[in-house]
């Protein structure tokens, strides 16, 4: 009889022993799991950080590009205006 309730309790530990060591295993995959996906996550913040200053340096081009062109437009309204007035000028004195 004590034979065989040693020999089920020997049974049922390494049973025991099994699944503990079947969950370390399962645990240890889930970290690694864990790992692999916070590394992937790194890198696409890193990926999208990038993108982002990208943006930004481009947004920063094009108002520059845009401020150009707004002073280039003014400058040649000016140029255009100056003209009118030298030309009205001229046709005046040619008149008198």
């Given amino acids: 009889k004590e034979k065989r309730a040693a020999s089920d309790a020997k049974a049922a530990a390494e049973a025991k022993e099994r699944d503990l060591a079947e969950t370390k295993k399962e645990i240890e995959r889930d970290r ?3 790992k692999a996906a916070d590394a992937e996550a790194k890198a696409k ?5 990038r993108a ?5 340096r481009y947004k920063h081009q094009l108002e520059q590009a845009r401020e150009g062109q707004r002073g280039a437009a003014t400058g040649l309204k000016g140029e255009n205006d ?12 040619k008149t008198e």
Avoid: A, C, G
């Fill in 82 to 93: 100056r003209l009118r007035q030298e030309v009205k000028r001229l046709e005046r004195q």
């Fill in 52 to 56: 982002l200053e990208e943006v930004e």
């Fill in 32 to 34: 690694r799991s864990n």
């Fill in 45 to 49: 913040d890193v990926r999208l950080n």
